[in-house]
C-alpha cells in the first residue's frame, strides 16, 4: 500500500471533514461530528501577517592586515647581515636593534665622514684664527667670509653624509650598520640569516605589522551585488573559534572586479585587541538585509512541496480547508516569505497539513 493511499485510510477512518453530514442518519451524524472535533484539535492555524523580509547571505572571506600599518624593510644597499636580533612572530618596539649589515659600500661612506669631520675641525681652527687676525685689523672681510664659508661648505657636506648613513641604519663603525625597527608591531616576515648576502635586488628583509587593526576582505560575487551595500552590518565566524561570532560593518566595497577571482571586495576594519584573528586566516561573513517591501510571513513547515510547486492549506472558515499554490519569494530561517497566493489575515495550518492536504487531493 503507497503512503498515500495509507494516509488516504487513516483519514477516512478518523474524519470526513469534507463531507456534510446532512443526508446521514442522526445517531451516525452525530458520531462523526464528535470525530471532526477531536481531529480538529489536533490541527493548527497561524493567521498571515505582512512582514519585511530579511534575507541572510553567506561570504567566504580572509583576515588580511591593515596596509596602513605594515612596514617592509628592503635593503638599500648591498652587504652581508652580520647579526640577526629578532625572530618570526616576535613583538619588537619601535627604535629596536634588529639586525646589523656590514657593507664595503657603507664603509666606504664611513670613511668619507671621518675625512670631512677632520676637514671641519681644521676650517674651524682657521675660521677662529681669521676672526682674531680680522679683530686686529690683520685681514681683510673677504677673507674671513672665504674663512668662514668653507667651513659652511664642509658642514654642508658633513650633514649630507650623515642623512644619508642614517637611511641605512645606525653607523657602528668598521663599514657595520645596525637596523632599527621603524615601527611597533609583530615580526611577520623574515628573510634574515646570520651570513647572508643582501643587495637592493633583495626582496624584503622582514615586515612589521600592526596587528591592533586588520581588515576582514569578503569576496562579493556579481549576483550577490544588489545584496552587499556599504555600511551593512555583518556577523563573522572562523573555524578557529566555532563558538564566538565577530560583529562589524562593510567599510568600503570596491568598484572593480578581481581580474583572478572575478568578485569585488568588501572591506571590513576590525579591531584585534585580543589579537585573536590572524592574517589569511579564513571567515564566513554573514550578512542580514531588511527590505521595504512587506511580504506575507508564514512558517516555511506551514509549505507542502509537490510536483514541483508549493503549497498551503488554508482554513477558509472553521473545519472548511482549501488548497493554495504559493509563490516563495524567500527564506530566513524558520520563516518563508511569499510573493503570490496568500493574503494578510488568512489563516494557514501549521500541524497535520499534509494529512489533509492529501485527503483534499483525493477528493
Not at 469534507?18 to 492555524?45: M, P, W
Not at 510573493?339 to 492529501?358: C, D, F, M, T, W
Request: hydrophobic share 40%; glycine share 6%; proline share 3%.
Amino acid at each position: 500500500m503507497t503512503k498515500k493511499k495509507i494516509i488516504h485510510t487513516v483519514l477516512t477512518g478518523i474524519a470526513l471533514f469534507t463531507y456534510s453530514c446532512g443526508n446521514k442518519q442522526a445517531g451516525q451524524g452525530d458520531e462523526n461530528n464528535r470525530i471532526n472535533k477531536a481531529f480538529l484539535e489536533h490541527v493548527k492555524t497561524i493567521q498571515v501577517v505582512l512582514s519585511h523580509q530579511e534575507q541572510d547571505l553567506i561570504l567566504t572571506g580572509k583576515v588580511e592586515y591593515n596596509p596602513d600599518k605594515v612596514i617592509s624593510y628592503v635593503p638599500l644597499i648591498g652587504g652581508v647581515i652580520d647579526k640577526v636580533s629578532f625572530s618570526l612572530g616576535d613583538h619588537v618596539q619601535k627604535g629596536q636593534a634588529l639586525f646589523d649589515i656590514r657593507s664595503p659600500e657603507l664603509s666606504a661612506l664611513q670613511s668619507e665622514r671621518l675625512s670631512l669631520e677632520s676637514e671641519k675641525r681644521v676650517a674651524e681652527r682657521e675660521l677662529q684664527t681669521a676672526q682674531a687676525l680680522f679683530a686686529d685689523q690683520l685681514l681683510s672681510e673677504q677673507e674671513l667670509l672665504e674663512a668662514t664659508g668653507k667651513l659652511q661648505q664642509i658642514q654642508a657636506a658633513l650633514n649630507k653624509i650623515q642623512s644619508d648613513m642614517s637611511v641605512y641604519g645606525t653607523d657602528r663603525g668598521n663599514g657595520i650598520f645596525t637596523v632599527h625597527a621603524p615601527m611597533s608591531g609583530y615580526i611577520v616576515h623574515k628573510n634574515a640569516t646570520i651570513g647572508s648576502p643582501i643587495s637592493a635586488d633583495n626582496d624584503a628583509v622582514f615586515m612589521i605589522a600592526d596587528l591592533s587593526t586588520v581588515w576582514v576582505t569578503a569576496n562579493v560575487y556579481a549576483g550577490d551585488l544588489l545584496f552587499v551595500r556599504k555600511d551593512m552590518e555583518v556577523e563573522m565566524t572562523t573555524f578557529s573559534y566555532p563558538d564566538e561570532v565577530f560583529y562589524g560593518k562593510i567599510n568600503a566595497l570596491s568598484q572593480v572586479f578581481d581580474p583572478e577571482e572575478r568578485v569585488l571586495k568588501a572591506r571590513i576594519i576590525m579591531q584585534n585587541r585580543d589579537l585573536k584573528l590572524k592574517p589569511e586566516m579564513s571567515m564566513l561573513v554573514k550578512l542580514k538585509d531588511k527590505t521595504s517591501r512587506q511580504l506575507p510571513a508564514i512558517p516555511s513547515d506551514a509549505l507542502i512541496f509537490d510536483d514541483n510547486r508549493y503549497f498551503v492549506v488554508v482554513e477558509e472558515t472553521q473545519g472548511n480547508f482549501v488548497i493554495r499554490a504559493v509563490v516563495p519569494q524567500g527564506h530566513n530561517h524558520d520563516t518563508s516569505y511569499i510573493s503570490a497566493g496568500l493574503s494578510e489575515g488568512e489563516r494557514v495550518v501549521v500541524a497535520n497539513q499534509l494529512l489533509i492536504y492529501s485527503e483534499l487531493n483525493e477528493n
